[in-house]
């Protein structure tokens, strides 16, 4: 099993960029796919971005391609998301999980998840 914790979130104000981290411990980072996952306030939760063991493969939602990057370093036991030209419509709290399966949208087939940062994102 695997713990992750997230860190990075913050105010901003529209237009502006923020890092967020996902520190993992426990079993092998290397082995897991990597999401990030987000939900507002009244909404469910949604895909943000995945990728792949080795960071071959990356994949976004639609409303964050183009805005965002994720990345992993695996040396390090930890995942990033690079969150640029931000919008009001971003603000939620972002949640790291990790899966055994290449299906990154789907949201079931994470079995590990963190506690969530706020990221809040002022017009």
């Known amino acids: 099993q695997v713990q992750l914790v997230e860190s990075g979130g913050g105010l901003v104000q529209a237009g502006g960029s923020l890092r967020l981290s996902c520190a993992a411990s426990?079993?092998?980072?290397?082995?897991?796919?990597m999401g990030w996952f987000r939900q507002a306030p009244g909404k469910e939760r949604e895909f943000v971005a995945a990728?792949?063991?080795?960071?071959?493969?990356?994949y976004y939602a639609d409303s964050v391609k183009g805005r965002f990057t994720i990345s992993r370093d695996n040396a390090k036991n930890t995942l990033y998301l690079q969150m640029n030209s931000l919008k009001p419509e971003d603000t939620a709290v972002y949640y790291c999980a990790a899966t055994t399966v290449w299906d990154p949208a789907k949201i079931h087939r994470y079995d590990y998840w963190g506690q969530g940062t706020q990221v809040t994102v002022s017009s």
């Open positions: 426990g079993r092998t980072f290397s082995s897991y796919v």
């Open positions: 990728i792949s063991q080795s960071s071959i493969s990356t």
